[in-house]
């Protein structure tokens, strides 16, 4: 290539300025603006924090049930109600959460949940103060606090997704939904852990102190969010998608979903699996107690399915980030889910089992609890350019009604024992769990084999920062043809305009500078200083 402008003396390269101010200039000034910021790390703990914390209290009284009814003076249905009360309250509230997200933004979505999620707590532990209060109005006060929980966990849950596409550049989607995501089971099983430590003995002391240590980390979040989390979206998208989030308003987004193939066999398929886990998790000890595995081996099994899907959803994530292969996995893991699930139905109906039905359940969370993540960017891929909160949240929301409908219906398949002399199940074994445990099981594998043999898709979303770098390289050789055909004149002082391509889907570090190295022997340095600001870092 021939340059007519001088060289800098006693130098091999060659700099050219370009003043990004009219003309295809501008669509490149747009693609270098895709910058990412440290303070989503910050963000991203924040939610963790939150996710982490409403799980707990979820389940602060269901492992010490009993204990907590004597405690309170009322009935173990009355606990069981402060357990279910979340599941009921996420259904109606799931809608507005959704097009809060997309509307109001991840700030106000996540403070507001912060608030409910810690004046619920606080709430909770005033009901149980050692002071002179009236017997009959404990529970209602611990259940009025357990309401405001509930009402922050739809705030929370579903909002990994929209942290992923709004703050995180495409090679950490992925990874940063599964770290969001899998903080919820975290919560779950510290609460398993924690609950029966603090929780000693069946009296008011023990449940103060024990509704008093998880209100302090609410506290602690609330505190967090509100301080921390400064705005919904960064200065500069970290993505062309980014940029395009929430193109769609939220009622034409819902049309478009209802009428996108693809995206409703997922919510079919995908919402049946969280009904599924919902109900194994729920009532996994009553499957094992009627043939003589106690309560610590259910809860060992409970733990085993919960950290084996955390460690599974950690590697899970780091490949779909890296290969992009999200229907693959999802269907390989389905399937190898299914088969779990299935080993379970059978070996959980035999006796001295032990070992077998904790590597079967650990295999279940591996392959089918670790793929939820994976799953939520699946969906965004099927439904872009829909909010990320819309279309996440309507599975969630499926999932929700179906966990309804199969714990119902599983619990009416249950047949009454005539006699059940290894049972250690509290009220006496008399129900035998063979038949829900194979419907359960055959569910499971029914809604993997619709979704393998029927599920396609496009990815839209990665298809989208596709196209918007190949139109800035077209951007990039017309512009440069242009100029070099008008750069042969005889005004030795004539500056060439030369453009450089930035392609915002490459995934190694630039160096924080405007500085841009084309060739061994050329480099452009774009005046930018009045319309780029500098991140505060680049991955």
Known sequence: MDHDSPAVPGSDSEEVRCEPSSGPNQILTKLLQFKV????????????????????????????????????????????????????????????????????????????????NMLGSVLRFIGVLPMEMDVHVRFPLVLAGQLLCAAAQPLVIFSPTKLAAVWFPQQQRATANMIASMSNPLGVLLANIMSPLIMGSPNLQDLTKLLFVYSVPATVVCFLATVGIRESTPPTPPSASAETSNSEPFLQGIKLLLRNRAYMLLLLCFGSGIGIFTCFSSLLEQMLCVKGYNNDFAGLCGALFILCGVIGAGALGLYVDRTKKFTEVTKINMCLASLGCTAFAVFSQMRGQKVLLAVMCSLFGLFGFSVYPVAMELTVECSYPVGEATSAGLIFIAGQVLSVVYMITLGALTKQLADSPLSVCVDGGTLSWRVPVLVMAGLFCLGTCVFVCFFRTEYKRLKAEQDAAGQSHKTHTSTTTDTHDTSHTDNPSHTQDTIDTYNPSDTHAHNNSDTLHTTPTTSVTLNTSDTLDPPDTIA
């Open 37 to 116: 910021y440290r303070r989503r790390w910050l963000i991203l703990l924040v939610l963790c924090l939150l996710n982490c914390s409403n799980a707990m209290l979820w389940l602060t009284f269901a492992p010490v049930a009993d204990e907590c009814a004597k405690a309170l003076q009322v009935t173990l249905d009355d606990i069981n109600w402060l357990s279910l009360v979340y599941m009921i309250v996420a259904i109606p509230l799931s809608c507005l959460t959704t097009w809060m997200l997309d509307t109001c933004g991840l700030r106000l979505t996540l403070i507001l949940g912060s608030w409910l």
